[in-house]
């Protein structure tokens, strides 16, 4: 919550293993967003999971470069 009150996102991507599991938590994440105090900061906030394969190699190949 504090990310979202602080950076106000449009979207929270998810990267590695948590990508692979957020079908598990994805809904609960979303209910504890229901009692935030300022609800029309999250009306359109997308939580997705990032489908890059080799997050880690991408990213040290973007440090390189």
Do not use: R, W
Not at 34 to 42: T, V
């Amino acid at each position: 919550k504090m990310i979202v009150l602080t950076v106000d996102p449009q979207a929270i991507i998810f990267g590695g293993a948590i990508a692979k599991s957020l079908p598990l938590f994805k809904e609960s994440m979303y209910e504890h967003l229901n009692d935030f105090p300022y609800p029309n900061s999250i009306k359109n906030l997308k939580i997705l999971g990032s489908e890059l394969n080799h997050p880690g190699i991408l990213g040290a190949a973007a440090l390189c470069y």
